[in-house]
């Protein structure tokens, strides 16, 4: 009798520890239409609150009607929707979707400073790897294309690079570094001073060292990178 009370009292603690792992229920067509209507009738009210209180009620729906709503929100609403449907986005953790939604929205909101910081944090937050490859080309894309004056979105790739644990996102930003290397007199030499900036902290954050300049990076992650896994776990 005494040995089952204490298989059962095991059996017992052990439940919230089974519960915890069970993944979250993947959302229906009729969750997603809820969430949608609740939107598109805020739309026909003509409620600005209304629209952000359903686009943030959509957190918790990664359904792919859900996903392509935001998406058009991004390029198509007011820039307080936009931002909102980012940070919704944001929350989406690992979704692939979400990420995208992001990424083909970052071109659109090129000249909207706040909704184009929101989409990079956005896409920090959700981690996923397809967006190391968007945020370098990014920033590849608008290097040296302006003499000293900061470029739209730039810094605030790099340092989603810096919010992307994997270890193609430390190499992003190494390789980064070496292309902003200003040789001679390079009228973009601030600018560029303030991009290696943001990749030495982005680095930093990222494997929770500060090794210092360009030279001793390279050093280091030739030294270390044997060290992590693809999502910078230690071996």
């Known amino acids: 009798m005494q040995r089952f009370s204490t298989i059962a009292l095991a059996c017992l603690i052990a439940l919230p520890t089974f ?55 991004l390029v198509g609403d007011t820039d307080e929707c936009r931002t909102a449907a980012a940070k919704t986005l944001g929350r989406m953790k690992g979704e692939l979707g979400a990420a995208k939604a992001l990424h083909g929205a970052l071109k659109a909101n090129e ?14 937050d959700i981690n996923h790897p397809s967006s190391v490859a968007v945020c370098e080309d990014w920033v590849n894309h608008r290097l040296g294309s302006r003499d000293g004056e900061d470029l739209p979105g730039v810094n605030q790739a790099v340092d989603a690079l810096g919010a992307l644990k994997w270890k193609s996102s430390v190499e992003a930003l190494i390789d980064l570094w070496h292309k902003n290397r200003v040789v001679g007199r390079d009228p973009a030499s601030k600018f560029r001073e303030k991009v290696r900036k943001h990749c030495s902290q982005a680095l930093s954050r990222l494997v929770g060292e500060k090794v210092g300049n360009q030279d001793a990076w390279d050093d280091w992650w030739k030294d270390n990178k044997g060290k992590f896994n693809d999502d910078l776990t230690s071996k």
């Not at 809820?34 to 629209?51: C, F, L, M, R």
């Not at 000249?111 to 920090?124: D, K, M």
Request: some cysteine; charged content about 30%; aromatic content about 2%.
């Open 19 to 73: 519960a915890q792992d069970v993944p979250p229920a993947k959302p229906t067509d009729a969750d997603a239409k809820i969430k949608t209507d609740a939107y598109n009738q805020a739309v026909k009210d003509k409620s600005d609150e209304g629209k952000k209180a359903a686009i943030d009620a959509m957190s918790d729906c990664p359904h792919a009607n859900v996903l392509n709503l935001l998406a058009r929100i």
């Open 111 to 124: 000249e909207r400073s706040s909704v184009l910081t929101a989409c990079f944090t956005a896409i920090g």
